[in-house]
C-alpha cells in the first residue's frame, strides 16, 4: 500500500532539492564566465564551494569587474534572494517529517532540532507549503538564468558557450 503523503511529500522535497540544484549551477556558471578565460578554470574553484561560498564568491567578483549602478543594484537584489532561496531550502531539507496516523491527508508534522532553544521545533505544515517553497526557489534560479542571458548580451564576458558545450558533447559526436 503506497502511502500518499509520503509520496507527495518526496515529490515536493524533491521539486524543492532539483530547483535548488538549479539556482546553484547558474550562480556558479556566472562565476565560471567573471573568472574569464576558461570556464573549466572556473569549474574547478566551484566544484565544491557551498551556497554561502559561492554567493560571496560572485558578490566580490561581479563588484570588482561590473561599474553599471543599475547592474550592480540588480545583482545585489538577485542575491538577496538567492539567500532567501537557500534558508528557505534548509529549512525543508533539513527537518524530518512526521506523518501521522489519522492527520488530515494535507498534514504533515515538520521536526526540526534547533540551536536557539534547546530542544525541537515541531511545526504542521502542509504539502502546498513546501510545493510553494519549491516554486519560489525555482522562481530564483529562472531569475539567475536570466540574468546571466543579459549579461552575455551586454557583451560583459564572451560567449563561452562552443567551448563550454563541447566538453560535454563528445558522446553526442560519437553517436552521428
Do not use: C
Request: cysteine-free; proline content about 2%.
Amino acid at each position: 500500500m503506497v502511502d500518499r503523503r509520503r509520496e507527495t511529500l518526496f515529490i515536493n522535497l524533491g521539486h524543492l532539492s532539483s530547483n535548488y540544484n538549479d539556482l546553484e549551477h547558474w550562480l556558479s556558471y556566472l562565476i565560471w564566465m567573471l573568472i574569464g578565460s576558461d570556464p573549466q578554470i572556473g569549474m574547478i574553484v566551484t566544484a565544491r564551494m557551498n551556497m554561502s561560498s559561492l554567493l560571496t564568491l560572485a558578490k566580490r567578483l561581479f563588484d570588482y569587474q561590473i561599474e553599471d549602478r543599475q547592474d550592480l543594484a540588480a545583482f545585489d537584489e538577485l542575491l538577496k534572494e538567492s539567500n532567501q532561496a537557500a534558508e528557505r531550502r534548509n529549512k525543508y531539507i533539513h527537518s524530518v517529517w512526521g506523518l501521522e496516523f489519522g492527520a488530515p491527508p494535507e498534514s504533515i508534522t515538520r521536526i526540526k532540532n534547533t540551536s536557539k532553544k534547546i530542544g525541537l521545533l515541531v511545526e504542521e505544515m502542509s504539502q502546498e507549503a513546501i510545493s510553494e517553497e519549491a516554486d519560489f526557489v525555482g522562481g530564483v534560479s529562472r531569475k539567475f538564468f536570466m540574468f546571466n542571458a543579459y549579461l552575455m548580451g551586454q557583451g560583459y564576458f564572451p560567449d563561452y558557450s562552443n567551448k563550454f558545450f563541447n566538453m560535454f558533447d563528445t558522446e553526442l559526436d560519437e553517436e552521428e
